[in-house]
């Protein structure tokens, strides 16, 4: 106690002492050392600063709320030996008090509607959802119907950064795959002597789901946060809003192009992921199974016909559109603040994978049911 | 007598390079206990990097700065707990309230309970001239002109000892500028505060700065406003000789008469 105050007793006076430094720094010791003086019987409380070596805002807020307690207890209170420039803290902590008057409700725990909230957030998300898909399907309406040459640039450009410049890590990938499908097949087809039949799984399951499938995933990762993150950014930066005054329609010029890129570019990424997985399976046949190149395009070409290859390719262009508006949806509902495009990123690439394999279900089923 | 100050700020043969361009060629400065030093020059003189570069957040070629005693290394923590920033355009976290903003600082380098937390940032947000209702908005929400506001609370929030402001009235229309500069001038008049500030504005130069520092010529001069107009170096003429600057000079000294 003795670090920053004494405490004197005389005749229903209290003096507090106040020495040394009154900063930030000590706001918690201050505090506790205020508190545990006992009031005792006096109903006058003195402060004293004689031995006051600092003093900032942050001390006198402490003394100050000491005498609004004291003040409650009904004991008097009174400041003494301030210096001008301790004094001219005091003063303004009384002033910003008194200002503070005017909103009690601030300090006070606000009730929280927890389901109420919930279910206004869900009717707010949705109508926005709708509304946003509804604004920008018009607005690519208006662009088809006046298309700018801006678009084709764009759109080629896209086709470059989302297709082409995937084009190694999306074969690699499938590369694998097909390496992987050739060993487990292969462990389950060698117990009956039926390895040649490895082809056929493998060729069957890169053709028609697992070659469009990577393809689509690793660009949802790729290009749909891209897209998100830049639309996103440009609308954080007011780019967007530049766009619109100087009479361009952002969504023609930035939609647009990435819907319709991704849509010419995913196929023809499917085109190359089927290869790679191809030789993968292929790979291993001729390396580990005992199926020269020869046998395996030879048993390729008796079990898969073209129905096969275009069943995967044409979820493609399904999968590039739900990627893309997704994407770019999310980007242009991004408002405010860093966090909040951080957070719309990762739900546009969450949300198309998700509608991915979803739509891919469907087609699945459909297919199916139909006999392509 | 410039010994019976106190130096807040001391640099030391400063040299900032960028490629072949020099910046700063040993550039020497003293900022004084309790001053507001307006650091002025022109395009590409290097005000941003000196600033930077006393912050810690720019390593320069060669020289020491000393803040407070402690001496500044690139990238190594300095005194945080003495000296508030204020960024040019506010640099509040966009994904807190401003009460959240202010808050911050005092939850990284304190273990105060929440609500003298609380409380202390409301503190500063008052003082800074905002109500509790500008306190619970998020950054985007507000105007230019109370983004800094909030800003400059966030900057006092650890009562700082030196204050930096970079172009505190940059991108504000005349009357939130003039309020800015009083804000200044009465955070100065009530708070122990050295302040170094960097501006463009001949009004907030001649309204609120004790001492001028201008970056000339790979060095700086520094004086107080009624030398420094007399200082034969071209730019300066040029820079003062402006009718804005004579007018702002003319208003500042009306000021003090009335």
């Given at each position: 106690m003795d670090e920053f105050l004494t405490v004197e007793r005389q005749g229903g006076l209290l003096q507090i002492n106040l020495k040394d430094h009154w900063v930030f720094a000590n706001v918690n010791t201050l505090q506790q050392t205020l508190d545990e003086i006992d009031p005792g019987v006096e109903n006058r409380v003195r402060f004293v600063c004689g031995g006051l070596k600092d003093f900032d805002l942050a001390g006198a807020w402490v003394l100050y709320e000491k005498s609004m307690d004291y003040e409650e207890l009904d004991i008097e209170t009174e400041f003494d030996g301030f210096k001008a420039t301790h004094f001219k803290f005091l003063q303004h902590i009384i002033d910003i008090a008194a200002q503070k008057e005017y909103i009690p409700g601030f300090f006070d725990p606000q009730p929280s509607h927890y389901w109420r909230n919930s279910i206004r957030t869900i009717g707010e998300n949705t109508i926005e959802a709708v509304d946003s898909v509804g604004y920008i399907a018009r607005s690519v309406l208006d662009g088809i119907k006046r298309p700018s040459r801006l678009v084709v640039g764009e759109t080629i450009h896209q086709i470059h950064a989302t297709g082409a410049a995937a084009i190694p890590i999306v074969m690699v990938v499938c590369f694998l795959m097909g390496i992987v499908l050739a060993y487990q097949s292969a462990r389950q087809l060698e117990q009956f002597g039926a390895n040649i039949f490895m082809v056929d799984l493998v060729a069957n399951a890169i053709f028609r789901e697992l070659g469009v499938l990577l393809a689509a995933i690793m660009v949802a990762g790729r290009s749909g946060s891209a897209f998100a993150a830049a639309l996103g950014t440009m609308k954080l930066t007011e780019e967007v809003d530049a766009l619109r005054v100087m009479g361009l329609n952002p969504n023609q010029i930035l939609i647009i192009p990435r819907v319709l890129g991704l849509m010419i570019a995913l196929p023809l990424l499917t085109v190359f992921a089927d290869i790679a997985g191809l030789l993968g399976g292929a790979f291993i046949g001729a390396t580990v199974l005992d199926i020269n190149w020869f046998s395996f395009t030879e048993r390729l070409a008796s079990t898969i016909d073209v129905n096969d290859v275009l069943v995967g390719l044409s979820k493609a262009p399904m999968f590039a559109f739900l990627i893309a508006v997704t994407g770019t949806l999310r980007g242009m509902q991004v408002k405010g603040s860093a966090e909040e495009l951080g957070r719309l990123t990762t739900v546009a690439v969450v949300q198309s994978i998700f509608l991915i394999i979803v739509a891919d279900a469907i087609f699945t089923v459909v297919y199916a049911r139909i006999g392509f | 007598m410039p010994e019976q100050h106190e130096h807040m700020i001391t640099i030391r043969g400063l040299v900032n390079r960028f490629g072949s361009q020099t910046v700063h060629d040993g550039l020497e400065l003293d900022v004084r206990r309790d001053e507001i030093l307006g650091v002025v020059g022109g395009s590409g003189t290097g005000k941003s990097v000196l600033l930077r570069s006393i912050l810690g957040l720019h390593g320069p070629n060669e020289g020491t700065i000393k803040v407070m005693g402690q001496e500044i290394r690139y990238h190594e923590p300095g005194p945080h707990k003495k000296w508030g920033v204020l960024f040019q355009d506010g640099a509040l976290l966009s994904g807190l309230t401003v009460q959240e903003n202010v808050e911050l600082p005092i939850a990284l380098h304190s273990d105060l309970p929440i609500d003298t937390r609380r409380e202390l940032a409301v503190l500063k947000i008052f003082m800074v001239g905002l109500d509790l209702n500008a306190a619970s908005?998020?950054?985007?929400?507000?105007s230019g002109g109370m983004r800094k506001r909030a800003s400059m609370a966030r900057a006092l929030a650890l009562e700082p000892k030196v204050l930096f402001l970079d172009e505190p009235t940059a991108g504000l229309d005349p009357i939130s500028a003039t309020e800015f500069d009083r804000l200044i001038s009465y955070l100065h008049a009530n708070l122990d505060l050295t302040i170094v500030l960097v501006t463009h504005d001949v009004d907030t130069l001649f309204g609120v700065c004790d001492r001028v520092a201008v970056l000339v010529n790979k060095g700086i001069i520094v004086d107080t406003l009624d030398e420094i107009v007399k200082h034969p170096d071209p730019w300066i003429q040029e820079y003062f000789g402006d009718p804005r600057a004579v007018r702002a000079r003319k208003a500042a000294k009306s000021r003090v008469k009335t």
């Open positions: - | 908005k998020y950054p985007n929400e507000l």
